[in-house]
């Protein structure tokens, strides 16, 4: 039995403790609180379904990663399965002051031990109707 | 705290208040003494006896003062000088046998930086400020330092302020039969490190025009989206943006080659794409499809080797922006 409920809003310290991570970039505030969470690697489907406040997960580390973010308000970005960034794209993200973490894990394992946290997803829900959309799993858990 | 020592501090907040501090260090060398000095100086005079500048330093509840004779600074004596006279009993000697002689002053010209380096080196409370020709013209302590700097930073907010105002209002403030802002940004073909930099520019120039932050990201998403494709399929293009105040027109043109089959590119998952692109995130087929969601309307028009030519329309809300 998984002991969360609600979803929750979760920081970038957290984050990098739930998935072993490193924070690329520096300067970083690790207070910074995310309140979704994505896992893609294309970039059309990251700018047609997320918020302003979602971090994502991806194995691209191409700066057009941080382009994706600029345009979306995507607050922080998890570069899966070890994956470093290239200059250029720890460059652009410095400038935009978007902060770049990575992980060992893989996309599916980092987005599963984040989601078993309470962080939910991005997309596919009308965010004015947050509360009566989180599926129902979490509306039974809710209720419990 | 010296020079050398703040730049340590700056090193070890850095991970916290990057900007902020770097910003202080720009305005402690650009600031001069003579904007933040307190320029009616009270001045006390070498014949005035100790308990007369007791008086002097009571009333104007300050802590030293500068000893002028014939228009002439001479010394500086502080309030350390006068309990050091008082316990010795000395409250009727002349100031001019209590005061130092050998002051240490700054020059109205120079830097915050300058003055700041002086009170971490002499551990006075006040230094005079005089000007090119020697003569007295102000009084310095670490108090004006901070004000100033706290006032010119209020200043740059203020302005920053105005000039966010004067943006979002700038249709309110020209009067026409049809006020329109263009904007025109050359988006080169393959450039994938720079790619996306006039979608940035787009977002950016929205927001100093005050658009809703929704209205906002609904423009970058389907711009983007427009200069990708600019980027991925053409040989370079333009991205031109025509803002009125019921509605914001992006207009995404290329000089070919063109697109065969309009109606087939609109179907979602269609692509021409090479893997290349699709290994950078993109090329799914579904970039129109993006595009036509995010826009109140939207005309794509394209002519074999001539080019393609994309109009999208986003609404402004009337009032709200």
Redesign the interface.
Known sequence: MLLIGWFINVTLAEILALLDGVLVSEGADLDTEVEFACGADLMSDVLAFTHAGTLLLTGLTNPQVVRTAEMTGIKAIVFVRGKKPASETIALAQDKKIPLLTTRFTLYESCGRLYTRGLQSCGLFDLGHKAQEQGPDHATRGQA | MTLGQQETVEERH???L?TNLTKVQELVYELKVEQVMTRDVITCSPDATMAELKEVLRVNQISGVPIVEDGQMIGMISVENLLRALEEGDAQTRVRDKMTQRVQAVRADDTLAGAVALFARYRYGRFPVLDAEGQLVGIITQGDIVRGLLKQFETLWHSEEIRRYRASHIFEDIESEQTTLILRYHVEARD??H??EA??KV?RALDRLGAH?QTI?RI??AT??AE?NIMIHTEGGEIIVEARPEEIKVTAVDDGPGIEDVAKALEPGFSTAPDWIRE???G?G??L??IK?STDRMTLTSTMGVGTRLEMIFDLAQGGE
């Open positions: 850095s991970n916290r990057p994938f490190v790619g996306g979608s940035s977002k932050p990201r970058s998403v983007y989206e990708t950078l995130g993109f799914a579904m970039g499809v993006n969601a």
